[in-house]
């Protein structure tokens, strides 16, 4: 990956570790397939938080938006933004 700002590549791990965000999302946005997202990860993580993280994606269809179950979309933590609810 060529010179990408901190603050990218942070947003970047974020949505990698999201258990709802696709990684046709972080390619829609970012322009990083599955294997450039791995590999993103695995620079930018230690050797067990990487380990950790294969772990949590590895065959979970929320992670690919043609295995998802019909009913998963757009998830948002009922705590975010409690102020404007």
Do not use: C, Y
């Amino acid at each position: 990956m060529k010179h990408v700002e901190r603050g990218v590549i942070d947003r970047i791990i974020e949505m990698a570790w999201e258990d709802r965000t696709p990684f046709e999302a972080i390619e829609a946005q970012f322009g990083l397939n599955e294997s450039s997202t791995t590999r993103l990860m695995r620079q930018e993580l230690s050797p067990a938080a990487f380990r950790r993280w294969r772990a949590r994606v590895s065959g979970r269809s929320t992670k690919h938006v043609a295995r998802r179950p019909k009913g998963v979309s757009r998830h948002q933590s009922k705590t975010h933004n409690k102020v404007n609810r």
